[in-house]
């Protein structure tokens, strides 16, 4: 069930799920954007930038939303980074809507529509760090966990197309059971 009143946000924040076929510019759309985010935050001290989530796989069908995640040693200076960022076309999705306190999340719109997302953690948060890698790896190593992983997306968008946390959730186990793999 949806806690928040949804009638006046954004186009981009409800949009439909749309598994798309892999597109090999995912890849780069990644690295060109890794490296306009080091230059939109460099005076932050951003330490790592990762491009993560299905669009990091090849040859995995996804959502074409390029999610990238950053570590950054405090979140002191939140405000100043939401004002950069802003001004590149990126949204913060505030903590209390995100739901996750451990982490800050920005959505990259173009044309009303999800472009990118980017999760910025602390350096210390090693546990939610490693997971994203250690996911991300497997698909990647393990062509038959990706499709997998394909197939149970492809199910969840259709079943839940208009509910992106309900979707995220179904993920869950799959992704629990990836992470247990040695």
């Not at 069908?61 to 200076?77: L, Q, R, T, V, W």
Request: aromatic share 10%.
């Amino acid at each position: 069930m949806k806690e928040h009143d949804e009638s006046n946000w954004p186009v981009w924040a409800t949009e439909k799920i749309e598994i798309k076929a892999y597109d090999p510019n995912w890849i780069e759309k990644g690295t060109y954007e890794i490296i306009k985010l080091r230059e939109l935050l460099s005076e932050f001290r951003v330490s790592e930038i990762e491009h993560i989530g299905s669009t990091s796989i090849p040859n995995l069908p996804a959502k074409p939303i390029i999610d990238m995640m950053a570590k950054i040693n405090s979140f002191g200076d939140l405000a100043k980074i939401i004002e950069r960022l802003e001004a590149e076309n990126w949204s913060y999705v505030p903590k209390e809507l995100d739901g996750r306190e451990w982490r800050r999340f920005f959505v990259k719109v173009k044309d009303n529509k999800r472009e990118c997302h980017l999760h910025l953690m602390l350096e210390d948060d090693e546990e939610h760090w490693e997971k994203q890698i250690k996911f991300r790896n497997k698909l990647r190593e393990q062509p038959r966990l990706a499709q997998q992983y394909a197939e149970l997306k492809r199910k969840l968008a259709a079943k839940t197309n208009d509910d992106r946390e309900a979707y995220t959730e179904a993920k869950t186990d799959f992704v629990k059971s990836v992470l247990e793999l040695n």
